[in-house]
């Protein structure tokens, strides 16, 4: 069966730290994947999404990158943190285009 | 306009009885819709898939409307368990869109 995998699941960091949040999935091949960010108590927002190695697309312009540097893993980078930056963010992946989307557990990112 | 759009709530309900929720989304391309639930600081948990001819699973109940482009879920019987916030997702292409989500108490 298909699990994924997202760590770590709690970070504090400075303002103008640097950043990388993993995630890997296992159990299938070529899989889509996608990073999401949700603020405290509002909706989640897509950021980045990939549908194959180092294909990447952003949605909103800001502070963070992502990169796919095997087909199964999908990385969340930002050079310089901002204070805007705190929140959940999720890491998902599906197996083909409309299909449904399964969540690692989350990382809590608290920039301080 | 946003691209999938939500009652935020809170909808307040007693245990027992029936609630239902709707989504509208904008873009006529949208291909697959699905709920989500999502628990207080817990990822999101895929609910049911929605499709056109209206599916169930067991208290619950999905509908599309294509024409007017909305999706609904309806929970029949609610259980305190029920409590939580529930998101409208629509797949366009590659992207895959959230509501904002809608939240449910449900009152003992």
């Known amino acids: 069966s298909q699990t994924i995998h997202q760590w770590p699941a709690t970070l504090v960091q400075p303002v103008g730290s640097p950043l990388s949040l993993e995630c890997t999935v296992e159990g299938t091949s070529n899989p889509n994947l996608y990073w999401y960010r949700q603020a405290a108590g509002r909706g989640l927002q897509l950021l980045f999404y990939s549908v194959g190695i180092g294909q990447i697309s952003s949605e909103v312009p800001q502070n963070l990158s992502a990169s796919r540097p095997q087909d199964r893993q999908f990385i969340l980078s930002s050079k310089k943190l901002l204070l805007s930056d705190s929140g959940f963010y999720l890491c998902?992946?599906?197996?083909?285009?409309?299909?449904?989307?399964?969540f690692g557990s989350g990382t809590q990112l608290s920039v301080l | 306009r946003k691209e999938v759009e939500q009652d935020p709530g809170p909808f307040n309900v007693p245990e027992g009885a029936t609630v239902a929720f709707n989504c509208t989304y904008s873009n006529s391309a949208s291909q697959s819709f699905f709920w989500y639930r999502q628990d207080c600081r817990k990822e999101p948990k895929l609910l049911m898939s929605v499709y056109s001819s209206g599916n169930e699973d067991g208290r619950f109940t999905a509908q599309l409307n294509r024409a007017s482009q909305y999706i609904s879920l309806l929970i029949r019987d609610s259980k305190l368990s029920d409590s939580a916030t529930y998101l409208c997702?629509?797949?366009?292409?590659?992207?895959?869109?959230f509501g904002k989500g809608t939240r449910l108490h449900i009152l003992p």
């Open positions: 998902a992946w599906a197996g083909q285009i409309n299909e449904k989307l399964f």
């Open positions: 997702v629509v797949n366009r292409d590659d992207k895959i869109i």
